[in-house]
């Protein structure tokens, strides 16, 4: 009886995590149908080839134009500079807490570390507009109220708990054994850290990298509050500038009617935006993959 009993439990339990897990996919599978319905319709009316290549987004003018390339440049600007931050110092950070930190101290700084990743994203966006910005233009006189740079580097500080504990996780997979042996070749720490850890956990680092990516270009809330909502093509860090989650939004705030194409850009701006992530984390986890089945 009990032998029947712990069965059936079992079979429950497996059914249970089936509908999880189905409810997962069932989900990302109504999202992007979602998406695909209303930026069929868009595209119906606007060519994806102007949508695509067109420097001018003019979406909500009376003179419409519909070239998403301003608050993609935007996107890639804002991500480019928060990489500059997060990847550095996510990397020096995570080879100090696996190769040189005691136990001690690794305790204590990596979970101080990670408290960086709990903060809310809109008070980082108060934190870029409110005190990065304005400490930014006593040194940059001509930076605008409203710019890419202030929220770039705030991004970059919310992401770097992302990079460190992902890059640490890579390195301290690595094999004790090679640590070992270039010690025993007479390497110092630093050597065989930079020469012998490090590129045996380059894919792991490769993925924490892409991942970051991918999050740094999902990021709303910092843009949102502090890059502005002016799109341009440029590679201007100073001036205002807006980004795909900024522009959807400002759209999605209720000013906009419901099914007119100019409520549809969101849709279609936010399909360009997932194919671009959901690129990124297949790249991330064909690497990890990699790194799994990597002879050691």
């Not at 979970?111 to 709990?118: I, K, M, T």
Request: glycine residues 8%; proline residues 6%.
């Amino acid at each position: 009886m009990a032998i029947v009993g712990r069965r059936f439990v079992e079979a429950m339990i497996e059914r249970a995590l089936w509908a999880c897990a189905a409810l997962s996919v069932l989900v990302t599978v109504g999202i992007v149908g979602v998406l695909a319905w209303d930026a069929a319709a868009f595209f119906r009316d606007v060519s994806p080839v102007a949508f695509l290549t067109g420097r001018t987004w003019t979406p909500l003018f009376r003179t419409q134009s519909f070239g998403v390339l301003p608050i993609v440049a935007g996107t890639v600007l804002v991500m480019a500079i928060a990489m500059l931050v997060a990847v550095p110092a996510g990397l020096v950070s995570a080879l100090y807490l696996s190769e040189y930190a005691p136990p001690r101290v690794r305790r204590m700084a990596k979970p101080a570390l990670e408290v960086l990743a709990g903060v809310p994203t809109v008070v980082y966006g108060y934190f870029a507009l409110l005190f990065v910005t304005p400490w930014l233009r006593t040194w940059i006189p001509g930076l605008a109220g409203f710019n890419a740079l202030g929220p770039g580097l705030v991004m970059g500080l919310m992401i770097l708990p992302l990079v460190s504990s992902l890059c640490d996780d890579a390195f301290s997979a690595v094999p004790q054994g090679l640590r070992e042996g270039a010690f025993a070749l007479g390497a110092t720490r630093l050597q065989a850290a930079t020469g012998v850890v490090l590129p045996a956990a380059m894919s792991g680092v490769s993925a924490a990298v892409i991942l970051a990516i991918s999050r740094a270009i999902g990021e709303t809330m910092i843009v949102a509050i502090a890059a502005g909502q002016q799109p341009r093509f440029t590679a201007n860090p100073l001036v205002p500038i807006e980004t795909m989650t900024a522009y959807i939004v400002q759209v999605s705030l209720g000013d906009v009617p419901t099914g007119t194409r100019e409520y549809r850009t969101i849709f279609a701006v936010g399909m360009l935006l997932f194919g671009a992530t959901l690129a990124l984390n297949l790249c991330s986890d064909w690497l990890r993959r990699r790194m799994a089945g990597a002879p050691r």
